[in-house]
Structure formats: C-alpha cells, structure tokens
C-alpha cells in the first residue's frame, strides 16, 4: 500500500469518526419542551416558545437544520415562521450547535387563532442541509391541543352608553324677598312689603296654591343683625325682627286664603359674620383684605367689633355700605313642581307623543323591556326631535343590544354628527369599530369618551381583545360582566371572577360557561358539571366546544346535555 492510500484511508476514518458524510439522527420529542403547554389563545393569537436542548454528538458539524412549526388541525395545517440553526463548520450567520457538546436553542411560535386549532397537534418539521444534499428528516410532535378560553372575549358584550334623559317628576323652585330694617329697629316698614321681589314671592306662593301640579314644600324665614353694638342686644333684635315677620306672613298668608304650604320654620342669627365677610371680599372698600385678616385673628365677636372700629379710616364706609345689608329678614318658599306621572307619560306616547318634551319622551323608554316598543319609542323621539343627538345615540345602543350592528352604527354616526363633543355617541362608535377589530379607531374613539362609566368597561374590552389581560382587569375595576370575569380568570385571580360572574345581573350561556371554566381550574367537579349543564341548555353548541376544551381534560364532560 502507497502512501496516498494510507492518506487517503486515514482522511476517510476521520470523516467516519466526525460525522461529515453520514446523516443527522431523527430528532426525538424529549429533546423539546414547549412554553405554554397546550399552546393557549392571547388576543387573536396562539403564541408560544418551544425549547430546544440538543444533545451531545447529534448535531452535525457541517449540517444546518431549518425548523418548521406546523399547527395541524382539522385536516389542514397553519406554518409559523422557520428558525435555522448550523453546525460548527458551516459558514453562515445562523445560531451553532456544536457537535461536541450539544446546546439549547429557542424556536419562537405564533399563529393567527382559528376556533378549530382546539383540537391540534404543534409539529416540528426538519429540513437539512448537508454541503449540497438536502433531506427531510421524520416530524415531531411537541405539544397537543390549544386552550382557546380568551376567545370567549365578545365586543358585542360590552355595555354601550345611554345618553340620558333629564326628566325629573319633582323639580324644586325657590322664591325668596328681604325685608330691610333700619339700624336698632325691628318694626316693619310699609315701603318693604312693596317691593318688586315681596310681589313677586306672593304672587308665586299664591299660583303654587292654585296650581293642581304644584305644592308649597315650605316656607322659611331667616332674620339678621348686623355685627355691631353688644351681642345681647343684637340677639333681642334678631329675635324680635324674626317674630315680627312671622306675624306679618302668618296674616298673609290668611288673607291669601292659603292654608296648604307644608311648614313654616323661622330661625334668626344674632350677628351676620359670615355675610359680612362675605360682603366685604366682594366690595372695593380700601383695606378690605385688612379687614378680612382682622376677621380671620379674632374670633370673639366683641373683639371683631373692636379691632374693626378701630380702623377708623374705612369703619364709615362700611356702616355707610355692608352693614345695612345685614339688618333683614329673608322670607323663602319652597315649591315643588310636579311632572307627569308614568301612566300619563305613556298614554301621551300612545295618543300623542307630539306633547311630550324630548326628555319626557326619552324618560319613556325606561319604562318599559320590550325591545319593540323600545325601537318605536326611540324612532319617534328621533322623529320629533332630530336636532337631538340623545334620540339617534339611544335608538343606536337599543339596536346594538339586540345585535343590529349596521343601524346602530348609522345613529351612533347620526348623534355624532349633531353633537362632535358629547361622550356618548363617540363610546358606542368605539364599540363598533372593536366589533370589526379596528384596534386603532376604537382606542381613538374611547379617548373622545372621557368621563363616562362605560368607558371602563370599553376598554376593558379592548385590553381584553388585544390579548393583556392584566391592563383590562384594571379597566373593568368592579364591572361585573362575563368580559370582565375572563379577564380575572386569565390572570388566575380566580376568587374575584366568582364573585363578578355571581354578579351579574342577567347570566347568559357564556356566563356559566365561565363558572364551569372557574370549577375546573379550582378542581370543583360540581361546579363544572352545574354549571356546563346550564350553558349547554342556553346554547347547545357549547355542549361540542365542552367536549373538546381541554380546560375539561381531567373531567368526564362528554355526556352532559
């Protein structure tokens, strides 16, 4: 034997000891781990991180392996992006895997959600380059199933926002006159019972008596001195102007032949202070603000009435211009205005809705659940006042409550249109645009909507859509609806989910369903079991999605109908 085939012998055992011209080795399913597993649906998609560990003396040194994973449900199968990784001696930018001592390498997954991937298998395809061969070895299966329980998130669940009437069946209207009195004096002069305000109070006590839709609540008296002089004597004073005006109403009021007007109270202040400072900060007085400082330091009245009078400079002006404001008794009446009761709010709807206001109109809609009376009621308030954007908002949040996307959209657009800055219609525009998964314009829309309650809620929604769960448990606070308990559940924070989804004031299928998820990941047989019987009486086609949810894996639920 020449020395060429010794050479050439001893090149090719080497060959043979390093692997170059032999094959990679099928790749076994300990070799991965998958996080999470099963996959689980986020938002609109199925991510998840599979996890390589490559032993010893399997990964090639002139090999590259391009990574494939394939979700394979219901015959078909979704791929996600390739990953490739080489060996030691292959030139390339790919992350290595030595020969010598193996490694760990991460295959990031994710897929568009699709409701049949419940029932699914992640498969790994290997695709290998050799220098100029390429083979495919076998797939592996590294994961089973997909737990599709945020997909029960529903923008059609959300509340949308009433943009509410102004009716109130008792509105309160108060009249008030003064009577002034002179410095040290009590008695009633006759110019102050002739005064504009006294014949006006009289007149509107005298047209609430004789209203059939009006009461006389009360009828107050409140008299005053002025802070000046000794406070016994100012006392006596307040007292007596008080009983003076009382005797005076008291006659009034019987020669008005008024005997219905509640009760009549009276009180006196012995040294209006507060009027005083008051009056003051008002004024242009020099050194008001040396006044206000005297008030605010002594608190004794007979010291206050010192200190200011000792400002001689400006005490003239004020027994010229405050004081005598302060010497009065306030007569006011209380009267309250009836509106129309609910009976004759909806026999006007029903006979002639052109007599009831907008607010009445929409008043009227609360009364009743009917969902078609409901749509007349709000059809004939935009009807007659169409330069109302509450009558198009409200007919919009009727129609997207009963599932008419499209019309309420057209009225939410409508009220918008009227109104640009009112909340309301921009909220339930929102809604709409998270109905079509335009992320964008509903985020916009809720940023118009500011101050609503519902808004909580809308946003909610969109964290929950969008896959963080964490930011729409903040949002949805203490809202008890199903959206706002998946978001609870999601985060594991399984007691306060029970206590949403117990609070809910109309549970639907969805609800229950829910409650038999919450039982299955606290391990309460019963509940799933009461619960998904529930559910699947509400809407059968849960009793298909139970059977293969594998948040029922460890639960005999195939049979329950």
């Known amino acids: 034997m020449n020395i060429k ?44 991180t599979v996890t390589a560990n ?7 040194k002139n090999a590259s392996v391009t990574v494939t994973p394939y979700l394979v449900f219901n015959g078909q199968e979704v791929a996600s992006q390739s990953y490739t990784f080489q060996g030691e001696k292959v030139r390339g930018n790919a992350p ?3 020969y010598d001592h193996g490694g760990t390498v991460t295959i990031p997954v994710v897929y568009n959600y699709q409701p049949e991937m419940i029932k699914s298998e992640l498969m790994l395809a290997f695709n290998v380059r050799q220098g100029n061969k390429q083979y495919v070895l076998p797939r592996v299966k590294v994961a089973n199933g997909v737990v599709t329980t945020a997909a029960l998130a529903q923008a059609a669940n959300a509340t949308p926002a009433i943009a509410p009437d102004k009716f109130q069946r008792i509105i309160n209207e108060k009249y008030a006159a003064d009577i002034r009195f002179l410095v040290n004096r009590s008695n009633i002069r006759e110019s102050e019972l002739m005064t504009e305000d006294m014949y006006k109070l009289h007149e509107n006590i005298a047209n609430a008596n004789a209203a059939s839709n009006r009461e006389i609540e009360e009828i107050n008296i409140s008299s005053y001195a002025s802070p000046e002089g000794k406070l016994d004597y100012n006392t ?94 306030r007569i006011t009446a209380s009267i309250n205005v009836i509106g129309k009761s609910d009976r004759e709010i909806q026999e006007l709807f029903a006979t002639n809705p052109a007599k009831l206001s907008v607010d009445e109109i929409l008043y009227c809609a609360t009364l009743t659940d009917n969902h078609n009376q409901k749509l007349k009621i709000y059809n004939k308030a935009a009807e007659l006042y169409p330069d109302d954007y509450r009558t198009f908002n409200d007919l919009g949040v009727e129609q997207f409550l009963n599932g008419d996307y499209s019309a309420a959209k057209a009225n939410f657009t409508q009220a918008a249109r009227i109104a640009p800055a009112e909340a309301e219609p921009q909220l339930n525009l929102g809604l709409t645009s998270l109905m079509k998964k335009d992320y964008r314009d509903a985020r916009q829309k809720f940023g118009n909507a500011a101050g609503l309650q519902e808004l909580g809620e809308a946003t909610g929604t969109l964290y929950l859509l969008q896959g963080d769960a964490n930011a729409a448990v903040k949002s949805f606070g203490d809202t008890k609806s199903n959206n706002a308990a998946l978001a609870q559940i999601l985060t594991k924070n399984y007691s306060k989910a029970k206590t949403t989804l117990a609070g809910i004031a109309n549970p639907d299928a969805t609800t229950y369903y829910l409650m038999a998820v919450l039982g299955a990941r606290t391990n309460n047989e019963s509940m799933v079991k009461t619960n998904l019987k529930q559910a699947i009486a509400l809407d059968k086609k849960l009793a298909r999605r139970a059977a293969a949810d594998l948040e029922f894996a460890n639960f005999n639920v195939a049979n329950i109908r």
């Open 5 to 48: 085939s010794i050479v050439a012998g001893g090149a090719c055992a080497m060959l043979m000891l390093t692997g170059c011209n032999k094959k990679m080795n099928q790749f076994q399913a300990d070799y991965f781990s998958v996080n999470p597993n099963p996959l689980e649906v986020v938002g609109e998609r199925v991510p998840a």
């Open 54 to 60: 490559i032993p010893q003396k399997f990964f090639l």
């Open 96 to 98: 290595v895997v030595y």
């Open 236 to 329: 006596r004073l307040a007292e007596q102007r008080e009983k003076n005006t009382n005797e005076y109403l008291t006659k009034q009021l019987k020669r008005d032949n008024i005997t219905e007007f509640g009760e009549l109270t009276a009180q006196f202040t012995p040294e209006d202070w507060e009027g005083f400072r008051s009056l003051v900060a008002k004024s242009n007085i020099q050194d008001k603000e040396l006044i206000l400082s005297v008030l605010e330091q002594f608190k004794d009245p007979e010291e206050r009435e010192r200190e200011i009078r000792n400002l001689s400079s400006v005490f003239d002006q004020l027994a010229d211009e405050i004081l005598p404001q302060l010497r009065y008794s």
